[in-house]
């Protein structure tokens, strides 16, 4: 099934239309689109009327739309299929995703709970309905559109058989999040990309709240401290941090803002292992036991624990012979990366490879990158790093997972910096110079970085390259945290060392 989806923000809506492209500059849009006849059309409102033209042609005009700024404008040219519903104040609300995601209809009922909550009234204040869609390849997370919020697969489809409980939190809070800026920026806007804050800062803790209020079991509030509170600390403690008002003025710097010594393991793993124990390896509990399963277990293999390694391996090698048909899913991740690390064989990692390309869930295909860029081969690591330049087999959005993944394994670091930097000619004809995702990946692949020569390597790419458009503070912020990781081993090693021993 094909799309043409549009994503407007920060300032490509001057791409779809003339417009003075600016937060403040709200107005109101007559849209209509002239399709296929084969296709369906949606827009910021409800279909107004539908016209017949010549040449198998149709022209979709929808209703005068609300005061709003440019960046939230948006429209879709389809051949997906929606499930829709009604609210309990009444109001229809339709997803729209792929035919053969039907069968993921059951997350419906799951997120309900926000549809019916009072962030759903401040979102439809003053709307009468609410659409939302599932793009396959999409270049953010979700985009809250006034009337079409737009969401990568992975955020808004769940599978209660196949999707993890880390994924069923994801889905949930990325709602709310999008709920949450239907009045933070969408009613209420900043003047200015400066005050980006406004829209983001208030739609990241609410998000919590909402999420909260539908599961109060989950205690959202604790794992805000950690995913959100704790991270934002240590960029603000970088020389290279910004204040919450950032004066930008060019597209690059706008898209920018978007942001946020192993000596012995034996004692980490003597820690970890009594709680492994006593979590054990059954997929079963609340909500916060399968998540700290999972957290426990993971940590517990990247500690070398050898128990949980060869549990892992043999999981994986059940799943790979087919006499174990699925792996239990709040598990998956860590069998599909550390099995393959301990079974880097090509056969193997093929056989990944095929259920990845035939998998149509995209939580489960990123799962699957990420055991695939596990391996201990760097033909193969290579081979996966090429595969992103056929968007048939690796889609769009996926390129940046599959080099940060690649970063992650050993045997990649090296690698994934060489790859980007020489393909970088590639990569910025491919998604701009502006994209903020390209702006952020040498970042996202250097954090380990702690040698001299990683940051001689950086400096002198970074001086070849001096248009760094979306990446110029997330290049200032890469070179400072190696400096910092150079400096802290320097100042630490031997007190650490002495410790550990």
């Not at 001299?452 to 070179?479: N, V």
């Amino acid at each position: 099934r094909k799309i043409a989806a549009t994503d407007h923000e920060p300032t490509d809506a001057r791409k779809s239309f003339p417009c003075f492209d600016e937060p403040n500059k709200k107005a109101t849009y007559n849209i209509s689109i002239t399709h296929d006849s084969s296709y369906k059309a949606l827009s910021n409102m409800p279909k107004e009327s539908s016209e017949n033209l010549p040449r198998n042609k149709t022209k979709t005009s929808f209703q005068k739309s609300v005061p709003m700024s440019t960046y939230l404008v948006c429209f879709a040219v389809h051949e997906f299929t929606f499930v829709e519903k009604t609210s309990a104040k009444g109001i229809p609300l339709q997803i729209f995703l792929q035919t053969i995601q039907l069968h993921l209809v059951t997350f419906i009922s799951y997120i309900r709970p926000f549809e019916d909550s009072h962030y759903a009234d401040v979102a439809l204040v003053w709307f009468h309905f609410l659409d939302k869609i599932a793009i396959p390849d999409f270049g953010t997370g979700a985009m809250e559109n006034w009337g079409l919020i737009t969401y990568r697969e992975t955020n808004l489809l769940y599978d209660e058989q196949e999707s993890s409980s880390y994924n069923k939190q994801r889905v949930a809070s990325v709602i709310a999040h999008e709920l949450v800026h239907q009045w933070f920026g969408n009613i209420v806007t900043m003047d200015w990309w400066d005050d980006l804050w406004l829209n983001e800062g208030f739609a990241s803790f609410f998000e919590y709240v909402g999420v909260e209020e539908a599961e109060k079991d989950w205690e959202m509030r604790d794992i805000m401290i950690i995913d959100d509170v704790l991270p934002v600390m240590v960029d603000d403690a970088l020389l290279s941090s910004h204040p919450i008002i950032v004066n930008v003025s060019t597209p690059a710097e706008i898209t920018s803002v978007f942001d946020s010594i192993s000596y012995s393991k034996k004692l980490f793993r003597s820690h970890v292992k009594s709680i492994s124990k006593e979590l054990g390896w059954e997929d079963t509990g609340t909500q916060t036991e399968r998540l700290l399963r999972e957290t426990v277990l993971s940590i517990a293999c990247q500690m070398g624990d050898e128990e949980t390694l060869k549990e892992a391996s043999r999981l994986f090698e059940q799943w790979i012979r087919g006499s174990l048909s699925k792996v239990p899913v709040n598990l998956r991740l860590l069998v599909y990366r550390y099995g393959m690390k301990m079974n880097s064989t090509e056969d193997n990692w093929n056989i990944v490879y095929e259920r990845y390309k035939n998998t149509s869930l995209a939580q489960e295909r990123d799962k699957l990158l990420y055991g695939l860029a596990s391996v201990e081969n760097v033909t193969l690591l290579n081979r996966l790093l090429e595969a992103t330049k056929n968007e048939n087999v690796v889609r769009s959005q996926d390129l940046f997972t599959v080099v940060r993944y690649v970063s992650y394994n050993p045997l990649g670091q090296s690698m994934a910096w060489d790859w980007t930097t020489l393909n970088w000619d590639y990569l910025v004809k491919r998604y701009t110079i502006n994209d903020r995702n390209l702006g952020r990946l040498l970042n996202q692949i250097t954090t380990t970085y702690n040698t001299e020569l990683q940051i001689w390597k950086m400096e002198h790419f970074f001086a070849l390259t001096p248009d760094s458009g979306a990446g110029k503070m997330p290049r200032q912020q890469a070179l400072e945290t190696v400096r910092n990781n150079i400096e802290w081993i320097q100042r630490n090693k031997a007190e650490i060392k002495g410790w550990l021993q």
